[in-house]
């Protein structure tokens, strides 16, 4: 296969621009490098059958800076493409499309952050979750045992903190975060050339919903995905569910709480058989099992495929996760003991940086890559409808 001269990448990431008799080596951008692959991926295609991103890419005879956001959020990093390739390093080719597109991703959370002045905290994540998760576990701790309130002989988290009290705290974190969500999504959709009408297609939602439930591009083949090394493994794709199934049980265990209390005023704590009791425990259980599985895995992943520049996202997250689950397990089984106090002001704690970092950390990849499978969803429609 035989490329232009000046796409001829004799080494990565870098072009010549020549000025005079002079030329400078100057570094490609991650988009720049990406526009590159995808010109010599469609002129191979040999990788077609394994995601989404390679029918996505042969959609288009040339690539925008558009066209790179939305395949590399339509990317889940299988690392499949990168052990097929014959022109990955030391190729002079040298493609790593997994890597590549994993710097595209982080660039792109940065270029749809809300409000714009936080993008900085996508590059210093470590130290923003270390930092928030600090002062929030000051702030629960101080807060609980200083509280007037004495833990109750049923184990009330709200004889310590009141509910009025919990809801004005979550409540105003809630609605700024889903502000960000909202601004942050909407600016990817129009970025990559989607009208706003196009989000009420119910066929295409109903596709993309069913894409990211069964994380259907974490399923490789049918033999999972080359992660984390070459040999095809289901084990990324089931630590994610417990990872994401698990956050969204301990959301629903939260909805269902609050619907007991404000439609059938029923007062908390509510019996271990309850839904909200049970709903909770299997959702804590998921956010102990995923994370530390990812955290496994990632240890053993080949860095190649990664950008490191995302290592303090993913710990950052996953970490945050974890300590989420394993204190509100804790918090349940030690309720009605005088450790309660305590502990319930960890986990408010821990509960309250997750909130106040999800924005400007690993969560916001969920949105964008639900964006792009939406896209995708719509594309294919498009493609189809016109071939009839």
């Given at each position: 296969?035989?490329?232009?001269?000046?796409?001829?990448?004799?080494?990565?990431?870098?072009?010549?621009?020549?000025?005079?008799?002079?030329?400078?080596?100057?570094?490609?951008?991650?988009?720049?490098?990406?526009?590159?692959?995808?010109?010599?991926?469609?002129?191979?295609?040999?990788?077609?059958?394994?995601?989404?991103?390679?029918?996505?890419?042969?959609?288009?005879?040339?690539?925008?800076?558009?066209?790179?956001?939305?395949?590399?959020?339509?990317?889940?990093?299988?690392?499949?493409?990168?052990?097929?390739?014959?022109?990955?390093?030391?190729?002079a080719f040298a493609l790593n499309i997994p890597q590549t597109f994993?710097?595209?991703?982080?660039?792109?959370?940065?270029?749809?952050?809300?409000?714009?002045?936080?993008?900085?905290?996508?590059?210093?994540?470590?130290?923003?979750?270390?930092?928030?998760?600090?002062?929030?576990?000051?702030?629960?701790?101080?807060?609980?045992?200083?509280?007037?309130?004495?833990?109750?002989?049923?184990?009330?988290?709200?004889?310590?903190?009141?509910?009025?009290?919990?809801?004005?705290?979550?409540?105003?974190?809630?609605?700024?975060?889903?502000?960000?969500?909202?601004?942050?999504?909407?600016?990817?959709?129009?970025?990559?050339?989607?009208?706003?009408?196009?989000?009420?297609?119910?066929?295409?939602?109903?596709?993309?919903?069913?894409?990211?439930?069964?994380?259907?591009?974490?399923?490789?083949?049918?033999?999972?995905?080359?992660?984390?090394?070459?040999?095809?493994?289901?084990?990324?794709?089931?630590?994610?569910?417990?990872?994401?199934?698990?956050?969204?049980?301990?959301f629903t265990s939260t909805t269902v709480a609050a619907s007991y209390?404000?439609?059938?005023?029923?007062?908390?704590?509510?019996?271990?058989?309850?839904?909200?009791?049970?709903?909770?425990?299997?959702?804590?259980?998921?956010?102990?099992?995923?994370?530390?599985?990812?955290?496994?895995?990632?240890?053993?992943?080949?860095?190649?495929?990664?950008?490191?520049?995302?290592?303090?996202?993913?710990?950052?997250?996953?970490?945050?996760?974890?300590?989420?689950?394993?204190?509100?397990?804790?918090?349940?089984?030690?309720?009605?003991?005088?450790?309660?106090?305590?502990?319930?002001?960890?986990?408010?704690?821990?509960?309250?940086?997750?909130?106040?970092?999800?924005?400007?950390?690993?969560?916001?990849?969920?949105?964008?890559?639900?964006?792009?499978?939406?896209?995708?969803?719509?594309?294919?429609?498009?493609?189809?409808?016109?071939?009839?």
């Open positions: 296969m035989r490329v232009p001269e000046s796409d001829s990448p004799s080494a990565l990431e870098t072009r010549d621009r020549v000025a005079g008799k002079n030329a400078t080596i100057v570094p490609l951008t991650p988009v720049e490098e990406g526009e590159r692959l995808m010109r010599l991926c469609n002129a191979c295609r040999y990788c077609e059958g394994f995601c989404a991103v390679f029918p996505a890419m042969e959609r288009r005879l040339a690539f925008t800076g558009r066209d790179i956001h939305y395949l590399a959020n339509l990317c889940h990093n299988c690392g499949e493409c990168y052990y097929a390739c014959p022109y990955t390093p030391p190729h994993a710097r595209v991703r982080t660039a792109s959370y940065e270029k749809y952050a809300w409000p714009g002045f936080f993008r900085g905290l996508f590059r210093q994540n470590a130290l923003t979750t270390g930092a928030a998760t600090v002062l929030c576990l000051c702030l629960f701790v101080l807060g609980t045992n200083l509280s007037p309130g004495a833990p109750s002989a049923s184990g009330s988290f709200y004889s310590v903190i009141s509910h009025d009290a919990m809801v004005g705290i979550f409540g105003a974190a809630s609605v700024w975060i889903l502000a960000a969500f909202v601004i942050g999504f909407l600016r990817f959709w129009c970025d990559v050339g989607e009208p706003l009408s196009s989000l009420l297609n119910p066929g295409a939602l109903m596709q993309a919903f069913g894409d990211v439930l069964r994380l259907k591009y974490l399923e490789g083949g049918g033999d999972g995905c080359a992660y984390p090394g070459e040999v095809h493994s289901h084990s990324r794709r089931w630590f994610h569910h417990f990872t994401f199934y698990g956050f969204l049980l301990c209390h404000y439609f059938l005023h029923w007062e908390a704590p509510y019996p271990f058989w309850s839904a909200p009791v049970v709903l909770g425990v299997l959702g804590g259980i998921g956010l102990i099992i995923g994370p530390l599985g990812l955290f496994w895995l990632k240890g053993k992943s080949n860095r190649e495929l990664n950008d490191r520049t995302q290592t303090g996202l993913d710990y950052g997250f996953l970490t945050l996760l974890f300590l989420t689950g394993l204190t509100g397990i804790l918090l349940l089984l030690i309720r009605q003991s005088s450790s309660m106090r305590l502990v319930l002001g960890i986990h408010l704690g821990f509960v309250a940086a997750l909130f106040l970092t999800m924005p400007y950390g690993k969560f916001v990849h969920g949105i964008y890559r639900f964006g792009a499978l939406l896209k995708n969803a719509l594309e294919k429609r498009r493609a189809a409808a016109a071939s009839s």
